[in-house]
């Protein structure tokens, strides 16, 4: 059985990579999806992340700056006249700025990275939950975080902040909303192949490198992550909220400790 079905689902940054992952499973379990993408530029990947979903014609592009709350408005407003109301909210949208020591982080990056993974997070959020309860209705919200929820990621303090964030944003909303049938939870994706890793996916030498950290051996395919999406937006997660489930490969279980270097034998 389609665990989605009769579901709309607005996810955002699904244009590409993990959020189009999220896009075309959540067609696949029977879910009705309005697929986000930021600027203009990115409208053709949209359109692509439409046309591979199951069902197309059921299936919308909306376009939004989720730093922009005007445009989320938009957005939600988009949706809901399309096709009927919002069921799930993914919050996928993330950026990563130009490696920088912390003392050299500009502030524009750091103020720019903050407005799209957390601010924006928290204005989708809130647009969402207002329409659940404006109209009655159980919600779920899955919020995309990081292994740098936990993890410090040196030279990307911005990020790593933003990710920290996401993790109290998804508890304290969890906590607030539960009585009210709106469960809020994460995922907690570790080296994903994506367009956002271009920096080492395409390079041998790179990617050992950061393959050679994880436990399981490998970076992830979207897909692995979709799973777990799909997971915690379906009633099979009705007991679940106000968690992170970390889809690693084992990265937040210390890789560095697989030999016992502080212990004696």
Not at 39 to 46: C, G, R, S, W, Y
Not at 108 to 119: G, K
Not at 175 to 192: M, T
Request: hydrophobic share 45%; net charge neutral.
């Amino acid at each position: 059985m389609k665990r989605l079905s009769g579901k709309t689902a607005l996810i955002t940054g699904a244009s590409t990579g993990i959020g189009r992952a999220i896009a075309i499973r959540f067609a696949q379990e029977g879910a009705n999806v309005a697929i986000n993408y930021p600027f203009e530029a990115d409208k053709a990947d949209a359109e692509t992340t439409q046309a591979a979903a199951a069902n197309p014609s059921n299936h919308i592009i909306v376009q939004a700056d989720v730093s922009q709350e005007a445009q989320i408005a938009t957005m939600f407003a988009q949706t809901i006249k399309a096709l009927g109301r919002v069921d799930i909210l993914v919050n996928n949208a993330g950026i990563l700025a130009a490696p920088a020591e912390s003392h050299d982080t500009p502030t524009v990056d750091f103020d720019r990275v903050l407005a799209v993974n957390i601010r924006g997070a928290f204005l989708c959020s809130r647009e969402a939950v207002r329409h659940f309860l404006s109209t009655n209705r159980k919600g779920v919200i899955v919020n995309n975080s990081s292994v740098h929820q936990t993890i410090p990621k040196p030279k990307y303090l911005p990020y790593s902040i933003s990710k920290g964030a996401i993790e109290n944003l998804t508890r304290t909303m969890a906590l607030e909303y539960a009585d009210r049938g709106i469960r809020v939870n994460a995922v907690g994706p570790g080296a994903v192949i994506t367009p956002m890793n271009k920096a080492w996916k395409d390079d041998p030498p790179a990617r050992a490198i950061v393959e050679s950290h994880i436990p399981i051996g490998r970076s992830a395919e979207p897909e692995e992550m979709a799973a777990v999406f799909a997971f915690l937006a379906s009633d099979d997660a009705s007991y679940v909220t106000g968690q992170t489930i970390y889809a690693c490969g084992g990265l937040t279980l210390f890789p560095e400790f697989r030999t016992a270097w502080a212990s004696g034998e």
